[in-house]
């Protein structure tokens, strides 16, 4: 092999930390190496964010339609033509990759290796081309941002079944007859309303007494009895044993209530979590550590157990969020060209849950606070008293507000409910600028918007 083509920064993994850290180093003059296995624009633009709201837009649109009467609409033969929803996610996930990829061949300073990527040494990678062949590229500092993939678990038959995850459930051409979904987490819930609104009968098996066990117990059990409202079938204190074909469909040997059940379905899909991208990279050989869950260890700059190598993103375990990523980036941005003040330390973590409605949570939960031994104050207001709410019908769920006694300052917000994600970002606003609760609720919004709820959810 001939010697590494040398380089100032290598990018291993073209994900939503990559792209960005590989644009702004190229900006300020160095020659960097992007080095991706599959498509570029990580998980998030192939597998994740854009293809499953794309899709939910779609499930969403068809079951407004389908209630349309509630409105006073009458609709008449309203049909589902699921192989242009697929298309049409297809259409949207490509001409972002591809504005993408041009970017990145327009930037002189960005070299694209499409292949896998192994550490030789702390400085040297070696990369086995896609497309055949083996080079070496070397550098100072290499980044790690290769993501992660749905994990499988151990399940007996399960190799000779023909199941479904989170990246090939959207490569479907028909849709499930009955789909089952082992998982009752965030993207097991965002598929199961997504496909009951298609019409697919679904099923969901959870093995603890709670759906998104990270969430306050009524913000869980008001999300499944809304779910359950729309036709989802819960199946929780349930263990999966065992799984086989019996002709045309998936039987599954269950366990619930220490009673062993067996039940049938068209296709099987398993949202059990997500396991990082390392196995392929040699860390060793650099001299960079793992934990017990293969995620890289990283100190609060996201720089590794070798001096040289950063870690960001979904690879490194916590948060596996596209805007957490985004934030990796600007975190190792400032730590070697800015004022070095930025750590994960501390951030605020804001997700939405793309249900409808929607849960949008940033801060800490009231069990969460209590934990942690806060005296709290708790507001709560339902969907179905907010006036912009119950104009447009989307009723369903409610606010929740965690504030600190002592202080009134807000630890935490749960919205669930119409554009939950959005009002919630309001909130979260206010706790970046160490705002009392009160100043919210005396605020003065726009009538009738739903950030005018803000003043009755903090009455408190």
């Avoid at 104050?377 to 409610?398: H, P, Q, R, S, W």
């Amino acid at each position: 092999m001939e010697n590494p083509r040398k380089y100032d920064s290598i990018v291993i993994g073209s994900g939503q930390a990559g792209n960005p850290l590989a644009f702004d180093l190229a900006g300020r003059g160095q020659k960097v190496a992007i080095i991706e296995k599959n498509k570029v624009g990580g998980s998030c633009l192939n597998f994740g964010c854009t293809p499953t709201k794309t899709l939910i837009a779609s499930a969403n649109l068809y079951h407004r339609v389908l209630e349309a009467e509630e409105l006073g609409i009458k609709v008449s033969n309203v049909e589902l033509d699921f192989q242009k929803v697929i298309s049409r996610k297809n259409e949207v996930v490509n001409s972002f990759r591809e504005g993408l990829e041009k970017s990145i061949e327009d930037n002189e300073s960005i070299d694209l290796y499409k292949g896998v990527g192994s550490f030789k040494d702390k400085n040297t990678v070696k990369i086995e081309l896609n497309d055949g062949g083996a080079i070496e590229v070397s550098a100072d500092r290499i980044f790690i941002n290769t993501g992660s993939k749905p994990s499988r678990i151990p399940l007996k038959g399960l190799e000779h079944i023909n199941h479904l995850n989170s990246t090939t459930i959207m490569e479907l051409d028909e849709l499930p007859e009955h789909l089952l979904i082992i998982g009752t987490s965030y993207i097991a819930l965002e598929f199961g309303q997504m496909f009951r609104r298609f019409g697919s009968q679904v099923t969901m098996i959870g093995r603890g007494d709670q759906i998104i066990k990270r969430e306050d117990p009524d913000v869980s059990k008001r999300i499944q009895k809304i779910l359950a409202d729309e036709g989802i079938e819960f199946l929780l204190n349930t263990d999966t044993k065992a799984v086989e074909m019996n002709g045309q469909k998936i039987k599954l040997l269950i366990e619930k209530d220490n009673q062993e059940e067996k039940i049938e379905c068209s296709h099987l899909m398993l949202a059990t979590g997500r396991t990082p991208n390392t196995e392929e990279l040699d860390l060793k050989n650099a001299g960079v550590d793992m934990d017990d869950k293969g995620n890289i260890k990283v100190d609060e700059r996201l720089k590794t157990t070798a001096e040289n190598i950063y870690a960001l993103g979904d690879v490194k375990g916590g948060p596996a969020f596209t805007h957490i990523s985004y934030d990796d980036f600007r975190i190792v941005i400032d730590n070697l060209y800015g004022e070095g003040k930025r750590t994960i330390n501390d951030r605020l973590v804001p997700y939405t849950l793309f249900t409808q409605p929607q849960l949008g949570r940033v801060g800490i939960t009231e069990t969460q606070a209590k934990e942690k031994g806060y005296d709290v104050k708790i507001g709560k207001l339902e969907m179905k008293k907010v006036g912009k709410a119950i104009e447009d019908n989307y009723t369903e769920g409610f606010m929740k507000a965690v504030v600190d006694e002592n202080d009134n300052k807000i630890l935490g917000v749960s919205i669930l409910g119409y554009q939950g994600g959005e009002i919630m970002a309001m909130v979260e606003v206010a706790m970046m600028a160490g705002m009392t609760y009160d100043k919210l609720r005396d605020g003065i919004f726009t009538h009738p918007n739903l950030s005018e709820s803000l003043n009755n959810l903090f009455n408190i």
